[in-house]
Each structure stands twice: as C-alpha cells, then as structure tokens.
C-alpha cells in the first residue's frame, strides 16, 4: 500500500483521474455541436493544440488509437504496406486495424531502444518495391516507446527517419502518445518532436490526467481527411468540448510536473538496482520501466500475486519483464515504498524467505 492507505497502481498512466480544475472547466465549457463545427471549446482547444505542436491543423479524437486509425487511414490505400518498429503499439497492442480496417500490410523492423535504423529502414522501403513485395506507402513512429521502456526519440532521430521516408515518396506518421514525456525528458519543445512528420497524435489521457482523448494534428488538408475517416469510424462527436475543456487544463497545467514522475521512476529503478535487479537506471529516461525476472527457479505468478497481495497493482509479467509505470498518483513516497515491496514480492516469489510469507503470497493469489 502506498502513504495515503491506497494501492500503488503502476499499471499504467492511464488509470490517472481528473483534477479538480479539470472537472471545474468541464461543467462550465461553452458546448455545441461538433459536428456542425459548432463547438466553441472544442474549436478553442483544436486551435491551442495546433499552435504547441507548430502545424496547422488539429483535430480532438476519443483515443490514441483512433487517433493512429484515422491519421494512417488519412495517408494509405489498402494494398499498401507501411513500416513500424516490431513491438511499437500500433504493430502489438492495438488489435490489428491495420489488416482489419486499412488493408495494410505491416512491415516490421526491429530497432535499439524503440528506434530503427537509417540502413533497416532503407532495406525495408527496397523490399517493398521488388516484384513480391507490398508497396509501403508510410512509416509509423512511436515517441516515447513504450515497449522499448518508455524511451526518448530524439528529434534528431526523427528528422533523419523521416527525411529517408519522405526522399522515398512515403508518409510519417508519429505516435506521440506520450510525446510531453519525451518534450520534458529532453528539454526541448514538443514541437520540434513534430517538425518533420506528416501527422502526429498525442494522448490526453495518459501522464496529462484527463478522463479521455487524443489530438491528431498535421497540416490542414491532411487532418481534413482525418476527420472524414473519424466519422467513417463512428468517432465523429457533439458536444465534445467537454473532453476539449479538460484537455485545454492539461495542455496548460500538466506537461511540467511529468519530470516528477520521470524522477519518482528513477528513484524506483535505482532502488531496485541496488538491490541486485538487472535495471539501466541511465536508460530510464521517462515515467515508464521494466524489470527483467529470471528464467528460472522462479514463479512470475506469484510476484504478480504477491505485488496484488502488497497493495501494489500492476499487469500480469509477459516475455520475462514487468512493466511498471509512474504517473500522478504515485508520489516520491510511494516509489520508494513500491520498490520495499517488489523485493519483498519478489524474495517470496523466489521462497527464500519460508512459508509465512509465502502464505501470504498465496492469499494475494486467491484475492486476485
Ligand atoms: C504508445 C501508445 N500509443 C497509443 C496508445 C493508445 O492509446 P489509447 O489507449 O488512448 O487508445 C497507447 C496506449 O497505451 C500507447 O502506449
């Protein structure tokens, strides 16, 4: 459990609820038709994000994911192919739209710490002309990576990736779901993480504490056709300045404070390094980390059952790792609590430390 008598949640940023200031601005936006284009809020909010990210346009969407649906709807036919980095989220967590609703192709291309290279990138665009190939018509970035632990792409990185791609006669598209964490990480403004894509999408309802939504944003024409796939999808809305008036809170109250929780996650890693974990502390550049577990002599299932059993909540380990993530509600206090728990966890997983312990790992898992 965490200081305040709460589980610590490190499932992920986006169990983070709303501030006060973010349910004020929502009972008191100005509402109107979106569709109509008559929402004053929303058109407001849509200004604003446009205006951070330095492109012209942008459009409110219910999610990143329909935000990355409706940008690469926007920019491919089917029969295409596009290329993504092989664990980005667009490729392995988000239920296959690319076959089931664009017709596209997937190619994938393994990268270091979340990013391909100039060289596999080049190789792939050749591939994809021969005779068998699928001709691929976007590459998709994702900025921060967070199978890759919530890794940084420089915008150094981006333009030389997008710069090949755009050589080539293809389109970019970045996933910036949590593209503030990478803006904070390095310092830079935000916009010069967008400079040289054809379209990006941010989430508000990650590290930004909003209830929901996502930002789509490019040039004009492109994020015209952006919202014509958001309708086709069933995503167009009414009166949305409700999300808008929230996201209007974050964008000017929330982007800051995430160097809190990219130090509270430091803090985390750095106390489990010391205790023997096999962590980068120096790779740890934003709110998210993994720790990788042993193959052997030990039982994943009760880490996970004892962590639930401790108060500390997090998704089931996959592929040998444990993903935690620090947002909002976990303070400096419940960072370091967490990692005395994860040990402790972890120890009984092992059964170093008798049967006491591991009965009330056991309870955790019947809880569970
Ligand atoms: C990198 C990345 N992109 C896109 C998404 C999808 O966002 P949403 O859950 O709002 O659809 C996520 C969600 O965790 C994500 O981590």
């Known amino acids: 459990m965490g200081n305040a008598g709460q589980p610590i949640d490190l499932r992920s940023d986006t169990v983070t609820k709303p501030t006060r200031e973010m349910l004020d601005a929502m009972a008191r936006a100005d509402l109107g038709d979106d569709f109509f284009r008559d929402d004053p809020t929303v058109m407001a909010f849509e200004e604003e994000a446009a205006d951070l990210l330095g492109l012209e346009a942008a459009m409110l969407v219910i999610s990143g994911t329909m935000g990355n649906i409706v940008s690469c709807l926007a920019q491919s036919s089917r029969g295409e192919s596009f290329i993504v980095e092989s664990r980005a989220h667009i490729q392995i967590n988000e239920s296959g739209w690319p076959s089931t609703l664009a017709g596209l192709t997937p190619r994938p291309v393994t990268g270091t710490n979340g990013v391909i290279s100039p060289q596999s990138l080049e190789e792939a665009i050749q591939d994809s002309r021969s005779r068998l190939g699928v001709p691929s018509s976007l590459l998709c970035l994702e900025n921060t990576h967070n199978a890759a632990g919530g890794r940084v792409m420089t915008p150094a990185q981006i333009a030389t990736l997008a710069g090949l791609a755009h050589t080539n006669g293809l389109r970019v598209h970045l996933d910036g779901a949590r593209i ?189």
């Open 180 to 368: 503030f964490n990478a803006s904070v990480a390095l310092n830079a403004p935000v916009r010069e993480f967008v400079r040289d894509v054809d379209t990006a999408t941010f989430c508000l309802s990650k590290g930004l504490s909003c209830p929901l939504g996502a930002v789509v944003a490019g040039g004009a024409d492109v994020v015209k056709e952006a919202r014509r796939w958001r309708q086709v999808v069933g995503g167009g809305m009414r009166q949305a300045g409700i999300i808008a008036a929230a996201g209007q809170v974050a964008l000017r109250t929330m982007v800051d404070r995430l160097q809190q929780d990219h130090e509270n996650a430091r803090l985390l890693a750095s106390r489990l390094q010391a205790a023997g974990f096999d962590i980068d502390v120096q790779a740890v550049e934003t709110n998210i980390l993994f720790v990788k577990l042993p193959e052997h002599g030990f039982d994943p299932h009760l880490l996970h059952a004892g962590l639930i059993g401790r108060g500390v909540v997090v998704n089931p380990p996959r592929g040998g790792r444990v993903r935690l993530v620090i947002h909002r509600h976990v303070s400096k206090s419940d960072a370091m609590t967490a990692a005395d728990l994860f040990i402790e966890a972890f120890h009984a997983a092992q059964g170093e430390d008798g049967s006491p312990d591991q009965r009330r790992v056991a309870d955790g898992a019947a809880v569970y």
